[in-house]
């Protein structure tokens, strides 16, 4: 099935038309010794009927973490999705248009990338949004080429406990420019101010920390941001999460320049790590430096309000090399569901997933560590502001490998997190759990028995 | 009084807490509370709006009235290939046996993915006659990018292309924008070649310009006006014979699969944009995925993780690549794009990816040749038998002479009900017109009647177009004053 409603008849008259006499005339141009003499070496032409079958059959060889009791995070996030986000964002109008470039015939995915924008700017308590990055890895990254070219400087300093995928991504990124990476080396699970202190200098264009980290440990902003802007112009980028911006402190009001983050928590699947959603939110004073789509109000000539793509000289199809970014398309429709995610849960809704989050998070460390041999990585220091404390993952070192109770879990049903080894981040002794609002206490108990069981 | 017209209100403006609202709907809190430390927590709720259910969906049901889309309105947009999006892709990208894999879970869970990217990575390497494929870029500008990375790690490797000191890059001046704005990312100066009168690469410059800091030249072939430059293998040679690579932009690449193949016409390295070629949805500007294919002495430089099929034919991710440039993205990639990529070209079969191919390149033709009489183009004639591949560009240089501008026109198709083409590029005051193969000849046919009109009404009162669209869900709108005093989010 090609989808192809030409007929033959069709095909006939239209070539009259043209006064060709064959398909073939149009590749003239093309040398025959480069045409394919051949039929592509591909499967059959599939009936949808077969597709059905095939897809499922294909579907079922994946054992889902959505169908298990799931406590993998490591960057994506088991959340609850009203199903409100899934019927809206499958509207075929939203699915099937292009980028706004027309905007009285895109009014519907300018307002909806409008109010993202906003929504974006609340949850990161900045100035300016865009409509949109890759995902969370190319939002920071995109946040540091801003800030390696607004300041001149040609040094970035990555805290250790950022997510091993976009230290990954700034490197290779930072590979071919002249731009110097700098890891900044945790301590106990977070990075010190001493230590950003110790390795800042004037020609420093950036500090980068995520909060919560990797482990799941809540970091210092604030003290860390004033140690970056101890430096001229130097800026501070904070790697988010937007749960968490719904209940600890925000982006922007502990002092960062530049908010990226991951979008997939607000009503994202897994689907094996996307397409996701890169947020992306600065200070006003960097609005013409952004890279991306951004939306702006104006108004028709009767004067009523409508939206339309703004600031697009700063954009590769009409700045070319000196673009502030190469990005052209985005993640549109997942900047759609993850506006009406927020919409349809509202902030009281959006606290309360991440109260649970927190609480249950809390509730299963505390039993895990009550068990023989486990005990968590980081020390816990409560009262010390951010010292020790966690939001909903968190890292337990075990009394044997985390491939053990990986393995143990898979016949109940049961994915206990991450091994640390695997991912990077540790030892292979050290497992890394996320707990979502999803978790019921009867999952968290079962947790706990396998991994009393299990070692 | 009411205007009829006025916007929807914005979600800000419509707060209402509600007594029921899904997420004050989850489950009781089944765990005791566990004291926070206060000075980590916001001072303040979210200042997001609360709205009941019934007016979510009322407000994005209004909202998704106001676009037009494939789905309810043709949209030629040239360079964009905005062809039919099949409801099994969309039914596939939704089965919960793919939405719930975790991207870090074991291979052995997400077998059913690994397969299904594994056979993807093998399609894509036949139809663009190449050896391996990264499927990780996340659009077509990031599959620039990562192959510009590729090219220029096989040229740093001393026990690869060995020359650092290629890093310039030659790209056509009729090139997408992004290519230069990739170049840039990369450190690489980009030196834009040419064109003849005839739309086609300027090969006595070319010559000229290759030398031994050349790493590669950007190509888009058929190229961005529309037109296969039969050159393509000259081309090729010249680089090669200079040391350098043959980089395609695979944006065109639906005039030509099935029927010919990069990899057979002298390209070293490609990108494709699956949400053009392979019908994967727009979604309002994204997501799109662009996998990049390359021949075997570019592999080992590819992004990781990749996916391999082992001796016992399961699938694994292997990401133990010592030449590899890294990563370009978290985790594997747009997984459910490629999904929808995988479903598209599994339906269509060798014979369907054909038909796809040379009926994009019949509906250009055939709208190019009833258009033309009143619509000036600059490099189609039916009359000299000089034809476009699956795009075509006109100047209507006539209809502009009445007084109207390009945007007058663009917007009086919005009128119709018709997506206005690309404009103003890849020359000025021009239109770029793509039907894509999926369009009936009943579609097209009208096309060419709302276009006569359009023209009809042009020489009749050019004034009344110039205040176009009349029919549109809002009147034309002040795009200069939202870049004057921009106005980026809801007060």
């Not at chain 1, 009259?16 to 039929?39: H, M, T, W």
């Not at chain 1, 430096?289 to 409508?306: C, E, N, S, V, Y």
Request: glycine share 8%; hydrophobic share 40%.
């Amino acid at each position: 099935m090609d989808y192809v409603q030409i007929t033959q008849a069709d095909r006939l008259e239209m070539l009259e038309k043209i006064g060709a006499p064959d398909v073939e005339s149009f590749y003239a141009n093309l040398p025959a010794e480069y045409r394919l003499q051949r039929d592509l070496c591909l499967p059959p032409a599939r009936s949808e009927l077969q597709l059905q079958r095939d897809l499922e059959a294909m579907a079922k060889l994946n054992n889902t973490a959505t169908s298990q009791s799931c406590f993998l995070g490591g960057g994506a996030y088991d959340h609850f999705i009203p199903q409100v986000v899934n019927n809206m964002a499958a509207k075929g109008e939203f699915v099937t248009a292009y980028t706004p470039y027309q905007a009285e015939a895109s009014q519907g995915s300018l307002q909806a990338f409008f109010e993202f924008q906003t929504q974006v700017t609340r949850l990161t308590d900045l100035d300016v949004s865009n409509a949109s990055m890759y995902d969370g890895a190319t939002a920071v990254i995109e946040g540091v080429l801003l800030a390696l070219n607004s300041t001149g400087k040609r040094r970035v300093l990555v805290g250790e406990t950022l997510h091993p995928d976009y230290k990954t991504v700034i490197k290779s990124y930072l590979h071919d420019l002249a731009a110097q990476y700098v890891e900044l080396p945790a301590t106990d699970g977070i990075i010190s101010t001493d230590t950003i202190t110790d390795l800042i200098d004037n020609d420093t264009a950036a500090v980068v920390i995520q909060s919560p980290n990797v482990f799941g440990q809540i970091e210092n902003w604030t003290k860390q941001f004033e140690v970056a802007h101890s430096e001229n112009k130097t800026m501070a980028i904070a790697v988010f999460n937007p749960i968490a911006c719904s209940f600890l402190k925000r982006p922007g009001a502990c002092g960062a320049d530049i908010a990226a983050g991951e979008g997939q928590p607000l009503g994202i699947p897994f689907q094996f790590g996307g397409p996701y959603l890169g947020l992306f939110a600065a200070r006003k004073k960097f609005m013409r430096k952004m890279p991306g789509r951004l939306i702006g109000q104006t108004a028709d000539k009767q004067g009523r309000r409508g939206f339309c793509l703004t600031l697009q000289t700063r954009e590769q199809h009409i700045r070319g090399a000196k673009a502030t970014s190469n990005i052209c398309t985005n993640q549109g429709l997942l900047a759609v569901r993850a506006t009406i995610y927020m919409s349809a849960m509202g902030p009281r809704g959006m606290q309360n997933v991440a109260k649970q989050c927190y609480h249950k998070a809390h509730y299963l460390a505390d039993q895990i560590i009550k068990l023989d041999g486990y005990s968590r990585a980081f020390s816990e220091a409560p009262g010390a502001s951010g010292g020790g404390a966690f939001f909903h993952e968190f890292v337990i070192n075990c009394p044997s490998t985390a491939q053990t109770m990986i393995d143990a879990g898979k016949k109940r049903s049961i994915l206990p997190g991450l091994c640390c080894e695997k991912l990077g981040i540790g030892t292979a002794n050290q497992l890394l759990i996320a707990v979502t609002e999803k978790r019921t206490v009867e999952e968290l108990d079962a947790l706990v028995s396998l991994l009393k069981e299990g070692k | 009084m009411i205007d009829p017209k006025a916007s929807p209100k914005l979600i800000f403006e419509q707060h209402n807490p509600a007594p029921k609202t899904p997420s004050l709907d989850l489950p009781q809190l089944d765990v005791p509370e566990i004291a926070i430390d206060s000075d980590l927590l916001a001072d303040d709720l979210l200042n997001l709006p609360e709205v009941g259910q019934l007016d979510v969906v009322r407000h994005y049901t209004a909202l998704a009235k106001r676009n037009f889309s494939v789905d309810a309105n043709f949209y030629p947009l040239g360079s964009c290939t905005m062809k039919f999006n099949p409801s099994i892709n969309e039914a596939a990208a939704s089965m919960e046996g793919f939405t719930g894999v975790h991207p870090l879970q074991d291979d052995d869970d997400a077998q059913g993915m690994l397969k299904m990217l594994h056979e993807t990575q093998t399609w894509l390497a036949e139809i663009a006659g190449l050896d391996q494929v990264s499927l990780q870029p996340a659009a077509g500008a990031h599959g620039e990018f990562t192959a510009l990375k590729v090219i220029r790690a096989y040229f740093n490797d001393p026990k690869g292309g060995n020359a650092p000191q290629r890093r310039k890059v030659l790209a056509p001046d009729t090139a997408h924008g992004t290519n230069p704005a990739s170049c840039a990312m990369c450190g690489a100066g980009v030196i834009s070649v040419p064109s003849t009168q005839d739309g086609y690469v300027d090969m006595d410059a070319l010559r000229e310009m290759v030398d031994g800091e050349t790493a590669a030249m950007m190509i888009t072939n058929p190229n961005t006006a529309g037109l296969f430059d039969g050159q393509i293998g000259e081309i090729a040679k010249i680089l090669h014979d200079a040391g350098a690579l043959l980089y395609l932009d695979g944006a065109n690449m639906n005039a030509i699969v099935g029927v010919a193949r990069p990899g057979d016409f002298g390209v070293d390295i490609m990108h494709y944009n699956t949400h053009k070629t392979f019908s994967t949805p727009h979604g309002c500007g994204g997501p799109g995925s662009g996998p990049i294919a390359v021949k075997d002495f570019l592999a080992p430089y590819l992004p990781v993780p990749q996916v391999v099929q082992n001796d016992d034919k399961t699938y694994s991710l292997k990401s133990n690549l010592p030449k590899s440039i890294g990563k370009v993205r978290s985790f594997f990639g747009q997984v459910g794009v490629l999904l929808r990529c995988w479903t598209y070209i599994a339906a269509a079969g060798p014979d369907g990816i054909r038909n796809i191919g040379e009926t994009a390149v019949l509906n250009a033709n055939y709208l190019a040749a009833c258009m033309e009489d009143r619509f000036a183009m600059p490099y189609f004639s039916k009359a000299e038998k000089k034809y476009c591949a699956h795009e075509f560009i006109t100047v209507p240089k006539d209809l502009l002479a009445k007084g109207v501008t390009l945007i007058d026109i663009a917007k009086r198709m919005i009128d119709y009900g018709i997506h206005p083409p690309t404009m103003h590029w890849p020359v000025h005051d021009c239109l770029m017109i793509e039907p894509t193969e999926t369009e009936s000849k009943a579609t097209l046919d009208h096309f060419i009647k709302v276009m006569d009109t359009i023209a009809d009404g042009i020489e009749e009162d050019a004034a009344f177009v110039k205040a176009a669209p009349y029919h549109a869900c809002i009147d034309r709108l002040d795009e200069v004053a939202a870049a004057r005093s921009p106005v980026l989010t809801a007060s």
